[in-house]
């Protein structure tokens, strides 16, 4: 993974655990790989994984089975409201570029 710099590396790898959930790689349920084998696979900081990890416990995405590991959200109402609203922010980004670029909402559909 390469991390860009203008962001911090935990919120990166967040977002890399989400967009894996969103495109159905790792399944509602699904066990998620330790900080430390995430970190290895990821050449990040096992405390920046942790604290990737506390995020998306926050947020909801990963719960905790004691002795066992994180585990993604088996609630599915939640990932599907989550999904959407990451494309609804994906969407926003995108007209808030095309306008401050000059392009048509328009002149994007016809290349799209």
């Known amino acids: 993974m ?5 962001i911090p590396i935990y919120i990166q790898i967040a977002d890399y655990i989400k967009n894996l959930i969103f495109r159905g790689v790792i399944e509602s349920g699904e066990r998620i790989p ?3 084998e ?3 696979e ?3 900081n096992p405390n920046t994984v942790q604290k990737a ?3 998306l416990l926050k947020e909801g995405f990963l719960k905790t089975k004691r002795g066992i590991g994180y585990f993604v959200t088996d609630d599915e109402e939640f990932l599907q409201r989550k ?3 990451a494309l609804l922010n994906f ?3 995108v007209k808030e570029r095309l306008k401050k670029s000059g392009f048509t909402l328009e ?4 290349e799209l």
């Open 2 to 6: 390469n991390f860009d710099s203008n």
């Open 34 to 36: 330790s900080v430390r």
């Open 38 to 40: 995430l970190a290895k």
């Open 42 to 44: 990821l050449g990040a």
């Open 53 to 55: 990890y506390s995020l």
């Open 83 to 85: 999904r959407k609203e």
């Open 91 to 93: 969407v926003r980004e």
């Open 107 to 110: 002149e994007f559909k016809r």
